[in-house]
């Protein structure tokens, strides 16, 4: 069975400072991994995506997230955080039999003055 | 592109009153379309997906009967929640992908909609 874990509730980070937003997944077969963001009251928006390829794959905004398979991690990176990434994050996973995504349980970044 | 719109945005009705929620796909054509509850703080749960042209499939635990799923055409799916009560409050949020650019393209989300049940 497909899955992702965000091990974090909450990451908090200075503006300006880089973040990390970790996610780990579990999938038999090749992975296809996204992130993406929630705002309050608003559905979700696609961050980025990865199929194959590089494993480090740019996504909108100046995200990015590493694909390593070893450690069957993706993290969603951003070397300098802005006030306005303060947002849910999500990892997600898709199944690839049934075309199903699932998600993580999220992760609040709080990103301060 | 890949607009997804989803209306009403926000509903506030007594119990015993079914709500339809609509989810359209606005600039591409959505062969498949996805329906989610959100509860405070938490992920989203698939309720189930829902194929153009034919019947939604459930997850394990969503009551068919309560949410009822029609996909009638390739930029239009809406969700009945058919005599609402207070447990069946949460935020819904429908998806779509494309039927165009293979399986792997993302699921393009809508704003959600806030269902209050009184």
């Known amino acids: 069975a497909q899955s992702v874990a965000q091990p974090e509730d909450q990451v908090n980070v200075a503006e300006g400072n880089p973040l990390t937003v970790k996610c780990t997944y579990s999938v038999s077969g090749n992975p296809y991994l996204f992130w993406y963001v929630q705002y309050p009251n608003r559905g979700l928006q696609f961050l980025l995506k990865y199929i194959t390829g590089d494993n480090l794959v740019k996504g909108s905004y100046g995200f990015e997230a590493e694909f390593n398979k070893s450690q069957t991690s993706f993290h969603l990176k951003k070397p300098s955080a802005l006030v306005s990434d303060s947002a849910l994050y999500f990892c997600?996973?898709?199944?690839?039999?049934?075309?199903?995504?699932?998600f993580g349980s999220g992760t609040k970044l709080n990103v301060k003055p | 592109g890949a607009v997804v719109s989803q209306h009403p945005s926000r509903v506030i009705c007594k119990s015993g009153t079914s709500v339809k929620i609509e989810c359209r796909s606005l600039d591409f054509q959505a062969t498949t379309m996805f329906w989610y509850r959100q509860f405070p703080k938490k992920s989203l749960m698939l309720m189930a997906t829902s194929n153009e042209g034919s019947k939604a499939t459930y997850e394990q635990g969503v009551e068919k009967d309560k949410f009822l799923i029609n996909h009638a055409s390739l930029t239009l799916s809406t969700l009945t929640v058919t005599s609402a009560h207070p447990e069946d409050s949460s935020f819904y949020i429908c998806?779509?992908?494309?039927?165009?650019?293979?399986?792997?393209?993302?699921?393009?989300f809508g704003d959600g909609t806030r269902l209050s049940i009184l």
């Open positions: 997600a996973v898709r199944d690839g039999n049934f075309n199903k995504f699932y």
């Open positions: 998806s779509a992908r494309s039927g165009t650019g293979g399986s792997n393209q993302p699921q393009h």
